[in-house]
Structure formats: C-alpha cells, structure tokens
C-alpha cells in the first residue's frame, strides 16, 4: 500500500520527488502522485514540509495491540534435546520482559519433550506452551506454521524471539505471514526503545556496512530472528519453577505436505557446525590459495572443532558460504577461535569477538586482529599451522 498525499494541502514543493529512493513520486499538475511502486519507506513523509503526506497506518494501528502481552522465545529442539540458541534467548527474553513488565514464556514444539521445560524454567520462563505429538518429532514447515499461529491467535503475545537458525529462517516468516505482522531478520542485538517502549531489533544492513534498528508500531506480535551466539546462556536456576501448559495439537497428516525420508549422517556437516563448536579454526585471505585451507581443516579436526572463513575467503569461492563468520555471516562464540590469515576487519570481529580465547596467526605484526586477541603468533600461517598441529598430536597421545 502506497504513502497517503493530501492533495489540498500539498503546495507543489516537489521536494518528495527528490527524496524518494525509488522513483515512486512524480508531480501531475504542480501536485505530487504516487505510483504503484511506492514501497512504503517513508522518506518523503520525513521532507514533506507542510505534513501531506503519511504513511497508511498512521491513521490507525493495524490491530489492538493492548490485547497482546506477553514475551515468548520459541526453542528449537533436535532430538529431544533443546538447541543453544533458545537457551541464549530466555536469557534476553528475560530482560525484555522484565522491562516491559511482563511475563516471560517458552514454547516447546516435539515429540516425548515435555523434560525440556525444567531447563527452560532455571533458563528464566515464567510459563512454558508444550504442544507434543508424533507429527512433531522431526521438524516440519508446516506442523510448526500451524501449530505456533494457533498459539499465537489463542494467547495472543507481545514479543516472539526465534533463533536465525535454518528452521527459524524458515519458520518465522511464515508464521508472521500467516498472523499478519512484521518480522525483523538476522538481529546481533535487542532492546527497548525509551520513546515508543517498544522492542528495537537491530539487524546489519546494506550488506553490513550500518546497523539498522528497527520497531514494529502498529501489528503484533513484534517478531524477530536472533543470530545464536549473540547472547550468553544464562546460568541455570534449578530452583526456580513455573507453569507448565499443555496445548493439545491441531495438526492432521494431511496438512503435513511433506515427508521425511532419512537423516544423513550427523558427520557430515560437523566441520561446518559452527554454532555449535567448542573449538574453530578460521582462515582469511592470508591463507594464500584455497588448496591451503587443508591446514585449517586438519587443525580443525585434530581439535574436534569446526571450520571458519573470512568473507574474504568464501568471496574468493576458497570455501562455501556456510563457512562464514562475520557480521554478514555466523556468529560464533566458541572456548577457543584461531585466526589463522585474517587482518581483523570490524564485520570479522562482529561475528567471532565473544569468543572466549582467541587467538591470531600473521605475519603483519601491526594486524588490527591482534587487538582482540589473547594470544598472537606474528609469523607466516603456512609455516607456523604445520608445527602447531604436530605439538597438538603429540600433546594429545601422551595423555
């Protein structure tokens, strides 16, 4: 739906016509028109001097929002066993809640879950939404879609925190769709706005040369996906309890299009788990050629750790884009990072400084990644990689 100009009070300035990004505006009869691909962005609203434009939800919101409370974090499990990312969330939801004055939930989707809920309660839920069945043992589009927008018309929250995992990618903007709203992709951080006291996501933007922050004013739920490893796990309180609330599932067999024929094996894609990884090993153009990165993945494997790579790295097409840590790729907190090649560029630094030891291999001694890191080796990766995994070798057999 376009900007809203009243004609009557538009005085001809043109001044719209130059703001808009996208050519959306043109002048008919010394008045301003908008055209059908106007997308709604709001820089002429900003120029106009004289106020005759407006967005069309100005006018009025687009539901009641006073009738949704509540801040929900979905919690992705795998095999009955809750992943990081909605741990790390609780944490944040806390906060939110907390400064909203509101409750706090979880909502668990799965098969033989319903153990899980101890954990999400020590993790800071107040309430815990537990759909089980056997439709939901292994994660499908539409069982989820249908399940949480059911939860979501019935209890109607305020905030919903998913993981910017694949399954949330998935999941969320459909879920979103199908309630009606908004939804913030891909945040590295969360607050409250002080003015509107509504949630502000903030997300990288313009292939992550400027952080964007973003409110959801006039639909809810206020919905986003969160980058895991952006926020710390709280630690548990096992003391604390809350309410458990079974929700029976409306799911059939025939809303479920599609079906799971196997599961490959776990191995395959563990030298790219990199949300998951205690230990990773990441290297940068300095690596020279991508033949070299055979160093990298046998540091990463006598480690039993992951391996990383610079945007500059998979830009060149030395490793696929799943390998990517930095600001427009995954956000990593692992026990140990080694940076083997890479300068240091802020959007690196974005993805992999809450690291908990990092250290850096390069041979330019004044590389900004030195300035993050624990401990530095200034020398060539290519010479210094070999002796580090055969003292490895050696520290491993002798224990």
Same mark, same amino acid.
């Given at each position: 739906?376009?900007?809203?100009?009243?004609?009557?009070?538009?005085?001809?300035?043109?001044?719209?016509?130059?703001?808009?990004?996208?050519?959306?505006?043109?002048?008919?009869?010394?008045?301003?028109?908008?055209?059908?691909?106007?997308?709604?962005?709001?820089?002429?609203?900003?120029?106009?001097?004289?106020?005759?434009?407006?967005?069309?939800?100005?006018?009025?919101?687009?539901?009641?929002?006073?009738?949704?409370?509540?801040?929900?974090?979905?919690?992705?499990?795998?095999?009955?066993?809750?992943?990081?990312?909605?741990?790390?969330?609780?944490?944040?939801?806390?906060?939110?809640?907390?400064?909203?004055?509101?409750?706090?939930?979880?909502?668990?989707?799965?098969?033989?879950?319903?153990?899980?809920?101890?954990?999400?309660?020590?993790?800071?839920?107040?309430?815990?939404?537990?759909?089980?069945?056997?439709?939901?043992?292994?994660?499908?589009?539409?069982?989820?879609?249908?399940?949480?927008?059911?939860?979501?018309?019935?209890?109607?929250?305020?905030?919903?925190?998913?993981?910017?995992?694949?399954?949330?990618?998935?999941?969320?903007?459909?879920?979103?769709?199908?309630?009606?709203?908004?939804?913030?992709?891909?945040?590295?951080?969360?607050?409250?706005?002080?003015?509107?006291?509504?949630?502000?996501?903030?997300?990288?933007?313009?292939?992550?040369?400027?952080?964007?922050?973003?409110?959801?004013?006039?639909?809810?739920?206020?919905?986003?996906?969160?980058?895991?490893?952006?926020?710390?796990?709280?630690?548990?309180?096992?003391?604390?309890?809350?309410?458990?609330?079974? &929700? #029976?599932? /409306? $799911?059939?067999? %025939?809303?479920?299009?599609?079906?799971? @024929?196997?599961? *490959?094996?776990?191995?395959? =894609?563990?030298?790219?788990?990199?949300?998951?990884?205690?230990?990773?090993?990441?290297?940068?153009?300095?690596?020279?050629?991508?033949?070299?990165?055979?160093?990298?993945?046998?540091?990463?494997?006598?480690?039993?750790?992951?391996?990383?790579?610079?945007?500059?790295?998979?830009?060149?097409?030395?490793?696929?884009?799943?390998?990517?840590?930095?600001?427009?790729?995954?956000? &990593? #907190?692992? /026990? $140990?990072?080694? %940076?083997?090649?890479?300068?240091?560029? @802020?959007?690196? *630094?974005?993805?992999?400084? =809450?690291?908990?030891?990092?250290?850096?291999?390069?041979?330019?001694?004044?590389?900004?990644?030195?300035?993050?890191?624990?401990?530095?080796?200034?020398?060539?990766?290519?010479?210094?990689?070999?002796?580090?995994?055969?003292?490895?070798?050696?520290?491993?057999?002798?224990?």
């Amino acid at each position: 739906m376009a900007v809203i100009i009243e004609k009557e009070q538009c005085i001809g300035c043109s001044a719209c016509v130059g703001a808009c990004p996208f050519g959306a505006i043109v002048m008919e009869d010394d008045k301003a028109v908008v055209t059908d691909i106007c997308t709604v962005c709001g820089a002429c609203v900003d120029v106009c001097a004289v106020t005759a434009i407006t967005r069309p939800e100005a006018a009025k919101p687009a539901v009641d929002t006073s009738a949704y409370k509540g801040v929900w974090v979905y919690i992705e499990q795998f095999q009955g066993k809750a992943r990081s990312v909605g741990l790390e969330l609780l944490g944040q939801g806390r906060i939110l809640a907390d400064s909203m004055g509101q409750e706090l939930a979880a909502v668990l989707i799965g098969d033989d879950v319903a153990p899980l809920a101890r954990d999400l309660f020590a993790s800071g839920a107040d309430k815990v939404y537990l759909i089980e069945g056997t439709e939901y043992k292994h994660y499908s589009t539409d069982a989820y879609t249908i399940a949480i927008t059911d939860l979501i018309h019935t209890y109607k929250p305020a905030v919903i925190l998913m993981g910017a995992t694949n399954d949330g990618r998935d999941l969320g903007p459909r879920v979103a769709c199908r309630v009606g709203t908004g939804l913030t992709a891909d945040c590295t951080s969360l607050g409250i706005d002080e003015e509107s006291g509504l949630v502000a996501w903030t997300r990288p933007a313009f292939g992550g040369n400027i952080m964007a922050t973003i409110l959801c004013p006039n639909h809810r739920p206020q919905m986003g996906t969160v980058r895991p490893n952006v926020f710390k796990r709280p630690e548990p309180d096992m003391s604390r309890s809350g309410e458990l609330v079974r &929700v #029976a599932s /409306k $799911v059939k067999a %025939a809303d479920i299009r599609t079906k799971l @024929i196997e599961i *490959l094996s776990l191995a395959d =894609t563990a030298s790219c788990n990199l949300e998951e990884a205690e230990f990773i090993v990441a290297g940068g153009r300095g690596m020279g050629k991508p033949e070299n990165f055979v160093l990298i993945e046998e540091l990463a494997a006598v480690l039993g750790g992951a391996v990383g790579a610079s945007r500059a790295a998979v830009d060149a097409g030395w490793k696929p884009a799943i390998h990517q840590v930095g600001q427009t790729g995954k956000t &990593v #907190a692992p /026990k $140990v990072y080694i %940076a083997c090649g890479i300068s240091g560029a @802020i959007q690196h *630094l974005a993805g992999m400084s =809450t690291s908990d030891i990092i250290i850096a291999i390069n041979k330019d001694a004044d590389a900004p990644i030195f300035k993050s890191a624990n401990f530095g080796i200034v020398g060539d990766v290519l010479e210094v990689l070999p002796i580090l995994i055969e003292e490895i070798k050696k520290l491993k057999q002798a224990c």
